[in-house]
Each structure stands twice: as C-alpha cells, then as structure tokens.
C-alpha cells in the first residue's frame, strides 16, 4: 500500500474510510504498538464524553488489526463499546509502526521509546533506521543518535533498564564496548539498586577505565572492587552505591585516594577539637592547603586564632606536601 | 621521491589567490597526478575530507607570528610561533591537533609574500630584540617538507635577520632546509624523544624512528647545528623507566652535551575534549586512563607525584649523561620545578629569557 513513499508523502492525501467495530474484536497485540501504555487520563476523557478521535485500523482481514489506539480501545473494550478508527488497509508492519510514531509523536520524549522503535525497526528492516530516527528527532551522526544506535546493540532486555530509569542512554557509550560476559557481569550492580544518573555514569566509566588500563574483564575489576560484596552486604541502598563508588574510584585512581585519605587522616589529626576545617583544594596540584573557621563574634576570633597558633606547632604538617617527599 | 605519507594526496585544493604562488607552483610540480581545484575568492573546502586525501594550499588572513598558546599557573617557555599551516598527516595517538582542529585537512599558508612582510615588519619594529621562534606548533616543521620546501624558504628568507633563531620541531628526517642556513647558529633543529615503546606504538603514520631521529641530530651537529631535544609527552605505561632510560642512553650514544642547546621535559596533558578523540581512534592506548587529574589551567595533568616521579628519573638520567643546564620543564608549576630540578625560572631571571640565552648561546 505505501510501497513507493518511503516515508514522504504517504499518508498525505490519503482518505481513509471510519469503520466501526467491537472493540473487544481488535487485535492488540502488533509488534507495532510501541509504547501502550495505560493512561489513566484517556480512560476518564472516554468516561467523561466518549471517544472524540479515531483509533488506527488494519481492517483488511478477518480480524482488525490496532495500529493505534491501544488505550482508548483497551477501555472501551472493558466496557463492552464499538470503537470508531480509520480502516488504514493493508500495509507491512513497518509501515504501521511508522503510522503509529506520527500518531504517537506528541508524547515521544523518553529515551526507551526511542530505542523501541529504533529496536523494532533493526529487527524488521534496518535500511530504514535513518529515515525513523529523523521522525524521532534523532539527528544522524548527533550524540544522542549515536547513543540510541549503540543502545541497539545491548542485548533486547536491557531495555528495561533503561526504560525503568535504572540506566541513562549515555551509558551506551561505554557499554558498547563490552562483551557479553562483562555485560553479564555488571547487571548486578543496579539490577537492585537506583543510581543517580550523574554516579552511575562515572561509576560505568571508571570500571570501563580500569578495564581497559589493566587489561582485565569486567567481572575481574569488579571482585577487585569488592562489589559484589557491597551488594550483598546489609546496607542501604545509598550506602551500598555509597561504598560501590568509593570503592572503584580508588581502584581507578590509587595513588589519588592514598593522598587523599592522607590529607584527611591529617586534617583530622591536626585540627581536632578546634573550629578549624582543613582542605587540599585542587587534588594536589600545587602545595596549598584551604583552612576555614567559622566565627560569630570578636572573642571566637581570638580564640580561633590561638587554636590556629597551637595548630602551626604541630608536627603533622609535612604530610600535606606529597610533591615534596621522595 | 615523495615519502609514501605524502603520496596518498590525491587531491589539491588551493585558493585562487595563491594559486599562481611560488608555493602553488612547487606543490603542483611535486604532485603531478593529484586533482587540483582552485576555490574562488570566498569559497570553502567542502567539510568531510580526510586528512591524508587533500592538500589544502590557502591564502591566510591571519597573523602568522604569534606567541606559543601557555595558560596561567604553569611556566611557559615564551616561544613565538611561526604559522606556516595546519594538521599532520602522521599519526601520533596522542596529538592534541584532533581535537584542537575543527578538521584535518592539511593546510599551508601559500601567501608566503604576506609571511615575510609580517616577518619583516616584526623585526624592524624591534630590531633590537631577539627571537626565539618555531613552526612545530600547529603542525610538523618538516614532515611537508619534501611537497612544500616551506622550512627551507623560512631558513633562507631568515639569514638576513640575525637577531632570529628558528627552531625546526620534526618527527621526521628532512635535512634538505641545512643548504639554505648560511650560520648554523641561527637554526635549531628539533626531535621528539620518547620511550621506544611509546614511539613504536603511539607514533604511528611513518614517524621516523629514534634512532633514524637521532642519526639525523648528529649529522646536523656534525655540521655546525646544536640540536634539541623534547621528551613531550612523557606517558606513564607498565616498564617506563626502562623505556626511558633506553632513550636517554641512545641519546649520548648520538649526541654529546655540547651538541644539544636545551631539552624540554613535558608530561602528558590534555584538553578534555582530547580524551574522547583518542578513545575514539586509537582505542589501544591505555595510557589515558592514568591517573590524570584537573590542572590549575583545567587542563587534565597526570597527579603531580607521578610527574615529579618520572622526571626526576629522567633528569637524573640525562644529568649522568652531562645535561644539566639545557634541561627545562614545558609548562610546570614552580613546585615541580623546585622538587625535581632544585629551582625555579625565578631563580635565573625567567624561562623566557634563559631559554634565549641556550638559544643564542651558539652566536659567534
């Protein structure tokens, strides 16, 4: 039916005639139908005045075939109604998927619809990924195209993952690179657990990171890391990611967090029971140390400054200055 | 005969204002077989070419002389830049020109008349300063050297001002600019150094190798020239002190210290953005996932320990050779200057003008 307009002006001037059938007749279960979600705001639009806008339909066989409507045509079904739709006539399912994107376009926002789409058309005729991505608002070759293309590559349920929110698309960029055995690996780690977008990113890519430097499986970097013991462990689950993140970032970065829980092992050492807050400011690229104290009148200067006097006596000092030793 | 890096030019595009150019003439003579499109007054190269497929021969409206691009907090050398074009069509995994670039295409600046103007009238101007200057910024000082003699024309147009030293920063072996160097004092042939193991697996696209680096460094000595050194980028990898150590050892088996008027020591540092460019095209290269923090210029550094780590390995190495004087840091803070060489530029009136002095030292 749509053979030659692949996808200009297919629908352009075409008039489709309304039908009027049973609902509880039509065949819901197209692989086209992308995104049914139940919306509770359609049920009580219908409830309110009815159907104002007709379904998509492929009455061309025995049966009707939905090809957009899922939601309004699952009510009406529970209540016993006809449906109006549009007898769209025979056509592939790509060609009813590509109806149901533009029917459904308005509310395309989320990522995982994305990847549906793009997921339903790589497994029925790839060539026409470009022309989808474009209806998608994915411009070929951007970032975010490449990211949905790489997703594409993941195996199918991890787009659960994604479309539970447990994994942003731009993780993409990282697990594409993976085998399936590191894939296997890693699930675990928010399988039961909800990360921040921003921490799981890092966390995904520092184990990519260390993967790569020490030539080791994901799996290997991962027991190094001890995580499967923190997922394990009786933790909450912000201690849990927690104690995951700290955990792999020293592994990315040893010699760093060595310094780092140096400085704060001295820090504590040297200011502690007085007001003064010790900090190395800039990952210790130069020798600067940031002390600050907070005070509320003239006599907690004073006393914060002779704080600061016993302070400068002490002999821990040297341990700030990492450039400065060896 | 055309190196084989330069043989897969296929295509020269040139601006019609320099199409008739000395420069167009030697590069259409060179390059018989390319296809040869001139652009007129006002339009582009179109976008997507490879960089090894076109020869990019422009007139440019910039200014040629410029200082070396150094950022706050870390000590700069002070060299002025001579641009003479831009991008490389070798293949070093580490090059910051992939992500300095918007593409790379091989460009020259054909307008050579408007370079020795600006060259001319910067020196008149200041008749009475001295230049330290180089053309390895933004590209490779010799590697076009054989399609463009561009190195050669400079040393030659260069011999009228003696208050200049060119510094020739090469990954290659081209000596045919040394016929037009009338004092060798005046011209500072340069080499990358690295461990053999980063030159053998990061430099890749036909870079000479150290030794045929080296060789080349000796017959320049040998014919007057004192050479530079430049261990940039130091890369922290499994077994670097045996790598570098190799280097420095083939270094005096070539050279003496007589023979070398400085050597920079520069750690691995980067954009950001260059990170994602070499995960992108040479995704072997491990050595990015170092231990690199954000530098006080936000550039990444690896963590200041570990540089003080390898250059007070590497210095030590090239002091026991006889180097002591001519070594320098290329953007460092004075703390690692102080840690690894016992002073700071402060202590001997600013790199800048130390570096003039190495420069110049050769002056009769």
């Known amino acids: 039916m749509f053979e030659n307009t692949w996808w200009g002006t297919m629908t352009r001037d075409q008039r489709w005639p309304v039908v009027r059938v049973p609902a509880q007749d039509i065949d819901c279960s197209g692989p086209w139908l992308l995104w049914p979600h139940k919306n509770d705001a359609v049920c009580r639009s219908l409830a309110h005045v009815g159907q104002l806008s007709p379904v998509l339909v492929d009455a061309s066989g025995p049966r009707p075939l939905l090809v957009d409507g899922a939601a309004r045509v699952a009510w009406l079904s529970e209540q016993g109604q006809d449906v109006y739709g549009l007898n769209i006539g025979s056509c592939?399912?790509?060609?009813?998927?590509?109806?149901?994107?533009?029917?459904?376009?308005?509310?395309?926002?989320?990522?995982?619809?994305?990847?549906?789409?793009?997921?339903?058309?790589?497994?029925?005729?790839?060539?026409?990924?470009?022309?989808?991505?474009?209806?998608?608002?994915?411009?070929?070759?951007?970032?975010?195209?490449?990211?949905?293309?790489?997703?594409?590559?993941?195996?199918?349920?991890?787009?659960?993952?994604?479309?539970?929110?447990?994994?942003?698309?731009?993780?993409?960029?990282?697990?594409?690179?993976?085998?399936?055995?590191?894939?296997?690996?890693?699930?675990?780690?928010?399988?039961?657990?909800?990360?921040?977008?921003?921490?799981?990113?890092?966390?995904?890519?520092?184990?990519?990171?260390?993967?790569?430097?020490?030539?080791?499986?994901?799996?290997?970097?991962l027991a190094r890391a001890d995580v499967m013991d923190s997922v394990q462990a009786n933790l909450s689950p912000k201690d849990a990611m927690a104690r995951i993140a700290a955990r792999v970032r020293a592994l990315r970065y040893p010699e760093l967090t060595r310094l780092e829980q140096r400085a704060t092992d001295t820090a504590r050492v040297l200011a502690a029971g007085t007001r003064w807050r010790m900090v190395q400011p800039d990952q210790f690229e130069s020798d600067s140390v940031e002390l600050a104290a907070r005070v509320r009148s003239p006599a907690e200067v004073q006393q914060a400054v002779a704080e600061l006097v016993r302070m400068a006596e002490h002999a821990d000092w040297a341990a700030f200055w990492p450039g400065k030793e060896a | 005969m055309l190196p084989e890096y330069l043989q897969g030019i296929a295509r020269v595009a040139v601006d019609a204002a320099v199409s008739a150019s000395p420069m167009a003439h030697r590069v259409r003579e060179r390059l018989p077989q390319a296809q040869w499109d001139i652009l007129a007054d006002g339009e582009h190269l179109e976008p997507g070419y490879v960089q090894e497929a076109v020869l990019y021969l422009k007139q440019y409206k910039g200014r040629f002389v410029r200082p070396c691009p150094g950022t706050s907090h870390y000590q700069c050398?002070?060299?002025?830049?001579?641009?003479?074009?831009?991008?490389?069509?070798?293949?070093?995994?580490?090059?910051?020109?992939?992500?300095?670039?918007?593409?790379?295409?091989?460009?020259?600046?054909?307008?050579?008349?408007?370079?020795?103007?600006?060259?001319?009238?910067?020196?008149?101007?200041?008749?009475?300063?001295?230049?330290?200057?180089?053309?390895?910024?933004?590209?490779?000082?010799?590697?076009?050297?054989?399609?463009?003699?561009?190195?050669?024309?400079?040393?030659?147009?260069?011999?009228?001002?003696?208050?200049?030293?060119?510094?020739?920063?090469?990954?290659?072996?081209?000596?045919?600019?040394?016929?037009?160097?009338?004092?060798?004092?005046?011209?500072?042939?340069?080499?990358?150094?690295?461990a053999p193991e980063i030159s053998a697996r990061e430099e890749q696209g036909q870079c000479a190798t150290l030794e045929e680096r080296l060789r080349a460094a000796r017959t320049c000595a040998q014919a007057g020239f004192r050479v530079?050194?430049?261990?940039?980028?130091?890369?922290?990898?499994?077994?670097?002190?045996?790598?570098?150590?190799?280097?420095?050892?083939?270094?005096?088996?070539?050279?003496?210290?007589?023979?070398?008027?400085?050597v920079s020591l520069g750690s691995f540092r980067h954009m950001p953005d260059l990170k994602r460019h070499i995960a992108q095209n040479f995704p072997q290269s491990s050595y990015i996932y170092g231990e690199f923090i954000t530098g006080l210029d936000g550039k990444q550094r690896l963590l200041r320990p570990l540089r003080v780590q390898q250059f007070r390995f590497l210095v030590q190495g090239l002091r026991q050779g006889g180097l002591d004087r001519q070594l320098y840091f290329c953007m460092e803070s004075n703390e690692v200057w102080q840690a690894v060489l016992g002073r700071t530029p402060r202590d001997f009136g600013g790199l800048y003008r130390y570096l003039m002095d190495l420069a110049f030292e050769g002056s009769n």
């Open chain 1, 92 to 221: 592939s399912a790509q060609d009813k998927a590509m109806l149901y994107i533009h029917a459904n376009i308005h509310r395309l926002s989320l990522d995982a619809d994305k990847v549906r789409a793009l997921r339903f058309f790589a497994q029925h005729d790839a060539s026409h990924i470009d022309a989808v991505m474009q209806v998608l608002g994915l411009v070929p070759h951007s970032r975010p195209a490449k990211q949905a293309l790489a997703w594409l590559a993941l195996p199918a349920h991890w787009d659960t993952y994604l479309a539970g929110g447990a994994l942003p698309l731009v993780c993409a960029d990282i697990l594409r690179l993976w085998d399936a055995h590191d894939l296997q690996a890693v699930e675990a780690i928010f399988q039961t657990l909800s990360w921040s977008r921003g921490l799981i990113v890092q966390v995904l890519t520092w184990i990519h990171e260390v993967h790569v430097r020490d030539g080791c499986d994901v799996a290997q970097v």
């Open chain 2, 77 to 194: 050398c002070g060299y002025q830049i001579i641009h003479i074009g831009e991008n490389c069509p070798l293949r070093c995994s580490y090059c910051i020109l992939q992500a300095y670039f918007q593409d790379r295409v091989l460009k020259v600046w054909a307008n050579q008349d408007d370079l020795w103007q600006e060259l001319e009238r910067t020196f008149t101007e200041n008749s009475r300063q001295r230049f330290r200057m180089g053309t390895g910024e933004f590209t490779d000082s010799l590697v076009l050297e054989p399609l463009t003699g561009y190195s050669r024309d400079l040393v030659g147009f260069l011999r009228a001002y003696p208050q200049v030293c060119l510094e020739l920063k090469s990954k290659v072996v081209d000596l045919s600019w040394m016929e037009a160097a009338h004092d060798p004092t005046r011209v500072l042939p340069a080499w990358s150094m690295n």
């Open chain 2, 228 to 262: 530079c050194l430049h261990f940039d980028p130091i890369i922290l990898f499994p077994g670097w002190e045996a790598g570098y150590a190799r280097t420095i050892e083939m270094i005096f088996d070539y050279l003496t210290p007589g023979d070398i008027a400085y």
